[in-house]
């Protein structure tokens, strides 16, 4: 599902109070003038982000004994069904470090006897096929873990009465690049445009598209009555649209114009009508739908524009290709960690900080905004109560890879 950038360039989660914070640009530094005294020393430069493990026992895992394991164990099973399909010899992780595809073939098969529920068994399954390992950034376990939603919408499938706002589809004249292909370096980095003279070319920004750059060329999926609906539709990846019978559509992230995601939460900042400590999804659709003569100004600041595609089924889907499941399934960044990974999270609960989120996942999504080894994204379903959890969910946390077994892991 997820997103731009990810449900997904992908499934962006991406939260927008995060993309607020890790989304600001540097100012490069420029040399003194000449006749002037240089200024202080500078903060030496963050080293490269770099996935660092250290090995844990089960033990050291808060609340291991508590969590109902077998809550996760479907997402498992499809995460699952994914990876044994691919080539045995494929590596896994930066520099093959988290194995490789015949590592998951034995613990993948001793799922399948797992019996629905059962969680002591989900707990031992685990336990007998998994070694956990503290993941790190250069050794700091501590990152940064946010949330998302599958949003709720009111459209047709015309244009009519208070449905005017078009969700395309993908255009046929996108080119989406995965530069990665190319470049080892750049392995997770992702453009897109479209082809003039033999040239890859910027396409249509945001503004263009609202303007009707798109319009009457047969791209519109459906019409929706909002079109703040319809910009944070495009942040969480996927949506379910109610249309005027009751009927329901499911969409999904289908593609992205390839311009920069850029946070509207700072440029409120920046304008002084948010503190960034105020800057939350809650807030800042608060603001747009307080000021609706400047709302569309204001979305147009972000030049990045989704395009979507009707899924059938069960989903929303993720970027591994497979049904997410709420509160289990994990966005993260797969440059450091591979789709379909176990792992146990401890994050502050975005409803309380003074309990924590402690519980079996899988990832299973990715996200224009989760980037680095201690990032991820929490899937939190579809209502009100996973709306309020994902705009909220901004937490200090951590997580332990479970890798299997038979993986000899380089550690830190």
């Keep these: 599902m997820r997103r731009p950038s990810r449900l997904s ?44 493990l250290k090995p844990a026992r089960f033990a050291d895992l808060p609340g291991w004994a508590q969590d109902r394991q077998a809550d996760a164990i479907p997402a498992m099973v499809k995460s699952c069904d994914r990876l044994v399909r691919q080539p045995a010899d494929r590596a896994l992780g930066p520099d093959g470090m988290l194995g490789r595809i ?29 070694q956990p390992f503290v993941a790190g950034n250069n050794g700091d376990s501590q990152g940064l873990f946010t949330g998302y939603y599958e949003s709720a919408l009111r459209g047709s499938l015309k244009r009519q009465g208070p449905y005017q706002t078009p969700l395309y589809k993908r255009p ?65 990846g996927s949506g379910r649209v109610t249309l005027p019978d009751g009927r329901e559509i499911r969409v999904g992230y289908d593609g992205q114009n390839g311009h920069p995601y850029v946070a509207i939460g700072r440029e409120l900042v920046a304008r002084g009508a948010l503190t960034k400590d105020q800057v939350s999804m809650q807030s800042i659709r608060a603001w747009l739908d307080a000021n609706p003569t400047q709302a569309l100004a204001l979305m147009q600041t972000n030049p990045s524009y989704v395009f979507f595609r ?36 401890e994050a502050e609960d975005p409803l309380n900080s003074s309990t924590s989120i402690r519980r079996l996942m899988v990832a299973q999504d990715t996200g224009g ?44």
């Design 102 to 130: 015949a590592d998951w073939q034995a613990p993948c098969a001793a799922l399948s006897k797992l019996k629905p529920g059962d969680h002591a068994a989900a707990r031992a399954w685990v336990e007998r096929w998994f």
């Design 310 to 345: 009707q899924l059938e089924g069960e989903g929303p889907v993720g970027a591994q290709g497979v049904a997410l499941t709420p509160g289990r399934s994990l966005a993260v960044d797969r440059s450091f960690v591979p789709y379909g990974m176990p792992l146990w999270l």
């Design 9 to 52: 360039l992908a499934g962006i989660a991406v939260a927008v109070s995060v993309a607020l914070l890790s989304g600001c640009a540097q100012t490069p530094q420029q040399p003194p003038k000449p006749g002037t005294a240089p200024a202080g020393p500078t903060a030496p430069e963050a080293p490269p982000a770099k996935l660092t």
């Design 172 to 236: 046929a004249d996108l080119v989406m690049v995965d530069l990665g292909e190319f470049r080892p370096n750049l392995k997770g980095e992702r453009i897109a445009g479209r082809v003039q003279n033999g040239q890859l070319k910027p396409y249509d920004d945001r503004k263009a598209i609202d303007a009707g750059s798109l319009a009457g060329k047969g791209l519109e999926l459906l019409y929706v009555d909002n079109a703040i609906d319809a910009f944070f539709l495009a942040i969480q």
């Design 369 to 412: 905004a989760i980037r680095g080894p201690v990032r991820g994204d929490v899937f939190w379903g579809h209502g009100k109560d996973a709306e309020t959890r994902a705009g909220l969910m901004k937490s200090k946390g951590r997580y332990w890879l479970l890798l299997p077994r038979s993986v000899t892991v380089p550690v830190s």
